[in-house]
């Protein structure tokens, strides 16, 4: 269905998720938090789902991580509207729990479709949820700052802003990797990197 049709344009997916009840978060939430954005962002960023205040506002990452979010794009001489934000999940799960495999697979289609619509240059995906979306299995602690390919599309994963507000030691990491991002945007997407064997046993992190 919804994954299947092609959307016209980010308004009309956006109306979509607004009605959505394609999975059980649609009982609790108080509004969807669809994504937003520039159409043609070169830069999308996929964090996990909509907490307290996203869920308030409709809007993503408004609370505190999307302030730090904020920080660390204007440490690159971007703003939000510069880029395009979203999540996984498009509605908030009860007290801000993981969501479910069956949840991130109902709702995939709008961010495979938003993906296609925006085109961007560069997939950022924040914290290991949305990392995991991609690269099932990885370590987000070993795989971040580092660009892969999938499906077409460079993805750079990296911490997830409330990870380093719980745990202010992957700061210098994040603040890097947005540095990395920045020089990503000036040239051609990176060659896509190989795992081994060792780099699996890294401790998994937010
Ligand atoms: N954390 C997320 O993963 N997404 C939001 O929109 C806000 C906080
Ligand atoms: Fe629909 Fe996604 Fe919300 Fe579930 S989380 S109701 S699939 S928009």
């Not at 996984?88 to 289609?109: H, L, Y």
């Not at 619509?117 to 560069?122: A, D, N, Q, R």
């Amino acid at each position: 269905m919804p994954e299947r049709t092609p959307f016209p344009d980010l308004a009309t997916l956006d109306r979509q998720v607004h009605g959505c009840t394609k999975c059980a978060l649609s009982a609790t939430r108080t509004k969807a938090v669809p994504g937003e954005g520039s159409p043609t962002a070169a830069i999308v960023f996929i964090g996990e789902g909509p907490g307290y205040h996203e869920d308030q506002q409709g809007r993503p990452f408004v609370g505190p991580a999307g302030h730090l979010l904020d920080k660390l794009l204007d440490s690159i001489g971007l703003k939000r509207a510069d880029v395009y934000i979203t999540n996984m999940v498009k509605c908030r799960p009860p007290n801000n729990r993981d969501p479910f495999p069956g949840e991130i697979q109902a709702c995939s289609g709008y961010m495979d479709e938003q993906l296609r619509l925006i085109g961007p240059k560069v997939v950022v995906t924040l914290g290991r949820h949305s990392f995991g979306k991609f690269f099932p299995g990885d370590t987000i602690s070993k795989a971040r700052g580092r660009p892969r390919q999938w499906n077409g599309w460079t993805i750079f994963p990296i911490y997830h802003p409330a990870a380093a507000l719980h745990n202010p030691g992957l700061m210098p990491d994040l603040q890097a990797d947005f540095q990395k991002l920045a020089a990503m945007l000036q040239g051609p997407a990176a060659e896509p990197v190989k795992e081994t064997a060792d780099q699996s046993q890294q401790l998994s992190l937010f």
